[in-house]
């Protein structure tokens, strides 16, 4: 099977496949929660570990700030509804503006 079907195959949206930007988005997303020390499948996975739940509010933020809207967001990342991703993205914003270690692990998640 192609290594790019794959991909969307485990984000469960290829109709999403379809814009170059979201295919460069979704494979940043990967990258990024691969470095955090976190699988594709646990994050879509409805666990409340700190650092799963951390793996998707910096998905989240991505995301939106790649301008997806939060129903999007909400079905590439597994969640039943879009207030889901509303609230990580701006849990995400505020912590990184507190919390140092969220700030390192948005550091390590970008550089992807």
């Keep these: ?6 991909i969307y195959t ?3 949206r290829l109709s999403y496949a ?5 295919d460069v988005t979704i494979k940043q997303c990967i990258r990024g929660v691969e470095r955090l020390g976190v699988t594709w499948a ?15 509010r910096l998905c ?7 301008g997806w809207t ?3 967001i909400a079905e590439t990342v597994g969640y039943s509804n879009h207030a889901t991703a509303i609230h990580h993205v701006n849990t995400a ?6 919390d140092s270690g969220f700030r390192n ?7 992807a």
């Design 10 to 12: 485990m984000v469960g």
């Design 42 to 56: 646990e994050l879509q996975l409805p666990c409340r570990e700190r650092r799963i739940v951390d793996a998707r």
């Design 105 to 111: 692990k948005h550091l390590t998640f970008t550089q």
């Design 60 to 66: 989240c933020l991505l995301l939106r700030e790649k």
């Design 18 to 22: 379809d814009n170059d930007g979201d």
């Design 1 to 6: 099977m192609n290594k790019e079907l794959d």
């Design 93 to 98: 914003t505020q912590l990184l503006e507190y």
């Design 70 to 72: 939060f129903l999007r």
